[in-house]
């Protein structure tokens, strides 16, 4: 069985050519680490983009104290060196979750030409930091509700404002992860640490010109959101609005409740920057492999929009007929997947030589939703179209 995906028209080409030197670079929260980002990472150099995940000072790899980090400058250096370190002529993409959105914009004030798109994840998006009391009240978490939360760290004295906090591990679930699979969560568990959050509080921007606005800026709102809460996220859309804003239906941590979702929209921001919002010709899709066992690994051609993007993907329970009757069936009572009315499949569809808007759309629905499209599948209907499509065969001649 092959997985051969064919692109002829200019379009596919300029995609694949984009996609080459496409570099995103992934920032994390407080307490996170470069480590959050596995499952995108996974995706994305899957397809053949170039990703580069930073731990910022006190992060992940970076084993300094977050009570001995006292000035934003110093916990967002490794980023900073890092933009310093490109080659003048390498545009990036930056993509800050939470607090990462403050090291996103203060990266936009200091290298505004070495930035393709900036991108906020459920993310602190002020254009000066914390300069007001309201910049506080929008973009610094409030979680009272929950009660007393935080471990706090004075490496400063008792009697001085706390210098780091996580969230206790009692707490972290109900709070960042209640719509993540449980494996992701416990990882989270072993690997969060405390963070520096006199360094955050004390994130402030001196605007060089107009340098951060030269910067695209696009926010993914998250609607089940405990942490940036979605009215903190509506208030600073408000106060410093973005070019484009999406919305997923996850909690505080999309890229482990909402990975695929994620993924398809950090895609689409990128193709669209790249001026490739047109879509292209596809001619055929054959063979589309199958593995149950996790992320399979063949090339399927994804419809974002008006976007086609060549990427990698999984089981999408994703089936082509053959002789009449879809080629992963066992017995007639399997369900087919996505929409295969009889009616509606020319013979080059059923005999996989071309792949209509159904056939792609509904598995990418799934994909990105979790959940199986809403159309019926029955016994009888199943016959039925095996029969039709037998007749069409045997009628019009059509080889393979």
Request: aromatic share 8%; hydrophobic share 40%.
């Amino acid at each position: 069985m092959g997985d051969e995906v064919t692109m002829t028209s200019m379009a596919g080409r300029e995609i694949a050519a984009d996609r080459k030197k496409t570099h995103f670079v992934l920032v994390h929260g407080i307490g996170g680490g470069a480590w959050c980002w596995y499952k995108i990472r996974c995706l994305m150099e899957n397809c053949g983009y170039k990703v580069s995940c930073i731990d910022l000072k006190g992060a992940g790899n970076d084993r300094s104290d977050a009570d001995s980090i006292l000035s934003f400058d110093d916990y967002n250096r490794p980023l900073l060196d890092f933009m310093s370190a490109l080659p003048d002529n390498e545009k990036v993409i930056l993509v800050g979750h939470s607090a990462g959105g403050l090291s996103v914009t203060q990266a936009t004030h200091k290298f505004p030409n070495k930035i393709r798109l900036a991108v906020y994840v459920a993310a602190t998006m002020l254009k000066s930091g914390y300069l007001t009391d309201q910049d506080v009240k929008d973009g610094v978490p409030d979680l009272s509700q929950f009660g007393d939360v935080y471990e706090l760290g004075f490496g400063l004295g008792a009697e001085q404002p706390p210098t780091s906090a996580i969230v206790k591990k009692e707490f972290q679930r109900k709070i960042i992860y209640q719509m993540s699979p449980q494996e992701d969560s416990t990882l989270a568990a072993m690997l969060l640490r405390p963070g520096p959050i006199l360094a955050l509080t004390s994130a402030r921007f001196k605007e060089e010109g107009d340098s951060a606005e030269k910067v695209g800026r696009v926010y993914v709102r998250t609607m089940h959101d405990n942490v940036i809460k979605p009215e903190q996220q509506e208030a600073m859309l408000k106060k410093w609005p973005a070019s484009h804003v999406h919305v997923l239906d996850s909690d505080h941590s999309p890229f482990f409740s909402a990975p695929f979702s994620l993924f398809g929209l950090l895609l689409k921001v990128a193709a669209t920057s790249a001026g490739l919002s047109h879509g292209y010709k596809l001619n055929r899709i054959v063979g589309i492999g199958q593995d149950r066992t996790g992320l399979g690994t063949r090339d399927l051609i994804l419809a974002c929009n008006t976007i086609f993007v060549e990427i990698e993907l999984g089981d999408l329970s994703f089936c082509f007929l053959e002789k009449g009757l879809p080629r992963n069936l066992t017995k007639l009572q399997d369900p087919i997947p996505f929409h295969m009315w009889n009616f509606r499949m020319s013979p080059e569809i059923v005999l996989g030589k071309a792949a209509d808007w159904w056939s792609v759309g509904i598995p990418l629905y799934e994909m990105l939703t979790g959940k199986p499209n809403c159309l019926p599948h029955f016994t009888k209907q199943l016959e039925d179209q095996a029969k039709y499509i037998s007749c069409k065969q045997r009628d019009k001649g059509y080889k393979r």
